[in-house]
């Protein structure tokens, strides 16, 4: 099995358009070619953007960084 981390901080930042587009075309395709291929999706809480939607791609999102000054 592989295993594939997507950065997907773009989908807290951006609406629509852009690369988000390419990863939503993408990243279901790519799992469709491979059926041993898995996917997490890395973002921040709050995506302004769905994730794909696929079986094999899983959405994971990162705790709050609290800075302290």
Do not use: K, W
């Not at 989908?11 to 070619?33: D, M």
């Not at 999706?41 to 609290?66: G, K, L, S, Y």
């Amino acid at each position: 099995m592989t295993f594939i981390t997507v950065d997907g901080l773009i989908y807290n930042r951006q609406p629509y358009g852009g690369i988000t587009r390419v990863f939503n075309a993408l990243l279901p395709a790519t799992c469709e070619a491979d059926s041993d291929l898995s996917m997490a999706v890395i973002t921040r809480p709050h995506p302004v953007q769905p994730i794909p939607a696929h079986p094999h791609i899983r959405h994971d999102v990162t705790p709050p960084i609290e800075l302290s000054r």
